[in-house]
């Protein structure tokens, strides 16, 4: 399974890098108009927390199957934070280069969980 070699949830590299990214959207959320705390911000926020949390919820579950599951569900969460950002940029609340850099994040822990995904349909196929 592809958590063979991680001790725990905190040993894998897409939850690491999936918490930094969470600390990158709380930074930026900051920075959005006192407006949006309970509409962009607060939506933003969830959506970034839910990914390293599915993330772990998977992990301590007792089959692939599930596992898998919730790195879907992670991913899901992922195209949402990716929309909400571009959203943010439209609207023009930060500059380009902030939502570059959040999606370029996005993009990477979005590659590490397909991978993961499709290892884990092999092992059960």
Known sequence: ???????????????QKSMDLVVACYELTKLL????????????RRAAVSIPSNIAEGYGR?????YTHFLSISQGS???LETD???????QFVEQIVIDDLLLQCDQVGKIL?????KLEQETS
Do not use: F, H
């Open 1 to 15: 399974m592809a958590r063979a070699s991680a001790n725990s949830y905190r040993d894998l590299i897409v939850w």
């Open 33 to 44: 108009p006192r407006e949006e705390v309970y509409g962009l911000s607060s939506q933003i």
């Open 62 to 66: 007792k089959s692939r199957n599930s």
């Open 78 to 80: 992922l195209k949402e």
């Open 85 to 91: 950002l571009i959203l943010c940029q439209r609207l």
């Open 114 to 118: 397909t991978v993961m995904i499709s």
